[in-house]
């Protein structure tokens, strides 16, 4: 398996080819000391064998279509039902799991970067239309992690790629992640409907719930209120709408750790992002400092198109047509 690093004078960042998966960003805190911000394993051995969507890459769809099942231009397609009755990030094969060819490339606003690309084959996924990803990781003189993701396809399909790392500004396995205070520039969510298993298709304001994020608020705060939406997926996994969506690339939220100081800010110019508290999470594998991997070990913040959006005609628009491009910004910055 090769990995890869990305460093500027303060952060490095390491991913490997399967996956495109992000395997540790080592950041300092205020007064210097380095811990490494994502979840994951220790070993290499322990990385391949363990969650594959730990800072991932996913696709064809990131998050869930519900029945596997979407229409375009009236034909209907079935994708597999590898959640429940869902189809998730991309199914049983998702991009997560694909080996990607990876070259370095040399752009000037990037310190260094890496290109990532992917041909998706016509029916891949059981997908229509042949893709061709690339996905560039770069990162910036201060402290920006970019990703930026394009894609063009031959046939009309649909298309929602999202990063899918756990952030633990703590130091992964040093602490949970429960205390993070979490900012959103979001005034609306999209509640999950227990009987879909994702979102009900509704879009509700956040205020008066566990969901205001609009200012800094500790997430533990959040979850551990009994609101029907956080006790039926004990916790937060919930996609959130960006306020003032309008295509370009702005500061949608903030993940700060009020110990170490260390502060992580969200940009992309994408309509949604599905904030994580891996719930999940059991205690049953062992991660990075040998410590077992409990909800709230890490918080994932994944820009996105709305879940089922091909199924809502009043959700964003998932569709990509032969001639158009897909195009994704999505950075961490590191304060
Ligand atoms: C979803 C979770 C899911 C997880 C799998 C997240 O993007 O929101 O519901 O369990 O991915 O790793």
Redesign the pocket.
């Known amino acids: 398996m090769r990995a890869y690093t990305l460093k500027n004078k303060n952060i490095e960042i390491t991913f490997i080819e399967r996956g495109g998966q992000i395997i540790s960003i080592k950041v300092p805190d205020a007064k210097g000391n380095i811990d490494d911000v994502v979840v994951g394993y220790d070993t290499m051995d322990a990385t391949i064998a363990g969650?594959g969507?730990f800072g991932a890459l996913?696709g064809r769809y990131?998050?869930?279509i519900v029945g596997g099942q979407f229409e375009i231009d009236g034909e209907k397609f079935q994708l597999d039902c590898n959640?429940e009755t869902n189809h998730?990030?991309g199914g049983f094969d998702g991009f997560n799991s694909r080996i990607w060819a990876v070259t370095p490339i040399s752009i000037d606003k990037f310190v260094q970067a890496y290109k990532l690309s992917l041909t998706s084959e016509d029916g891949d996924q059981k997908y229509p239309g042949k893709l061709e990803v690339s996905v560039i990781y770069g990162i910036t003189e201060d402290n920006q992690f970019v990703i930026e993701y394009e894609a063009e396809t031959t046939k009309p399909t649909v298309i929602n790629l999202?990063s899918?790392a756990y952030y633990n500004l703590c130091g992964a396995g040093k602490a949970s992640a429960e205390n993070h205070k979490l900012q959103l520039n979001a005034s609306k969510y999209t509640p999950i409907s227990a009987e879909l298993g994702t979102t009900s298709g509704e879009i509700v304001d956040v205020k008066g719930t566990p969901f205001d994020f609009t200012t800094a608020t500790t997430v533990k705060t959040a979850c551990d209120t009994d609101h029907e939406q956080i006790n039926m997926?004990k916790g937060i996994?919930h996609n959130f709408v960006i306020d003032d969506f309008d295509g370009s690339t702005k500061l949608v939220g903030t993940l700060l750790d009020p110990v170490s100081g260390r502060k992580m800010e969200v940009y992309t110019n994408q309509p949604g992002i599905?904030i994580?508290t891996g719930?999940?999470f059991d205690g049953s594998e062992i991660g990075k400092n040998g410590a077992p991997i409990e909800a709230c070990a890490g918080i994932?913040m994944?820009t996105q198109i709305f879940?089922n959006s091909p199924n809502y005609a009043h959700f964003p628009n998932a569709t990509l047509k032969p001639g158009e491009k897909y195009k994704h910004v999505c950075i961490y910055k590191f304060c």
């Open positions: 969650d969507y996913c990131a998050n869930r959640n998730l990030h999202t899918h997926i996994d599905q994580y719930a999940h994932a994944e879940p």
